[in-house]
């Protein structure tokens, strides 16, 4: 009998001491977006490279109406990405009306974009779209 008992005693003490303490704490579920990533890693590197024209028509052979005349165009230094808009983000901190794309023509340092905007960004900061984008000179 004194063996049972001392069994069940030192069970219970292995029990108690071999318990591992918990804490509550707030699970975190903000999984939002941050940023849009370039292609190649991180955010764009977007660099000035020339003037742009933007028009509404989908090519040089029919370009519909002249929207941007004289914009601001932009090259990812990665992935190659080109940003055509109506201001200069590096100059004015905003872009105004612009577009996108990769493959764009261009003569020297004029780039033209066709089949229109496709958008508009007065600010360089505040959505998970625009914050992918770093504007160096």
Same mark, same amino acid.
């Given at each position: 009998?004194?063996?049972?008992? =001392?069994?069940?005693?030192?069970? =219970?003490?292995?029990? !108690? /001491?071999?318990?591992? *303490?918990?804490?509550?704490?707030?699970?975190?579920?903000?999984?939002?977006?941050?940023?849009?990533?370039? *292609?190649?890693?991180?955010k764009h590197e977007?660099?000035?490279?020339?003037?742009?024209?933007?028009? !509404?028509?989908? !090519?040089?052979?029919? *370009?519909?109406?002249?929207?941007?005349?004289?914009?601001? $165009?932009?090259?990812?230094?990665?992935?190659?990405?080109?940003?055509?808009?109506?201001?200069? *983000?590096? $100059?004015?901190?905003?872009?105004?009306?612009? /577009?996108?794309?990769y493959n764009i023509?261009?003569?020297?340092?004029?780039?033209?974009?066709?089949?229109?905007?496709?958008?508009?960004?007065? !600010?360089? $900061?505040?959505?998970?779209?625009?914050?992918?984008?770093?504007?160096?000179?």
């Amino acid at each position: 009998m004194k063996k049972l008992i =001392a069994l069940i005693l030192g069970f =219970a003490v292995l029990l !108690s /001491t071999s318990s591992v *303490p918990v804490m509550a704490a707030e699970a975190s579920n903000d999984f939002s977006v941050k940023y849009i990533a370039c *292609p190649d890693g991180g955010k764009h590197e977007m660099h000035s490279v020339g003037v742009c024209f933007i028009y !509404s028509g989908p !090519s040089p052979s029919d *370009p519909g109406e002249r929207i941007v005349s004289y914009g601001n $165009t932009n090259q990812c230094s990665k992935c190659g990405l080109y940003v055509g808009a109506q201001y200069c *983000p590096q $100059t004015y901190g905003f872009l105004g009306p612009y /577009t996108m794309g990769y493959n764009i023509e261009y003569a020297g340092s004029i780039y033209y974009f066709y089949d229109g905007l496709m958008g508009e960004y007065w !600010s360089l $900061t505040g959505d998970s779209f625009i914050d992918g984008f770093e504007w160096k000179f």
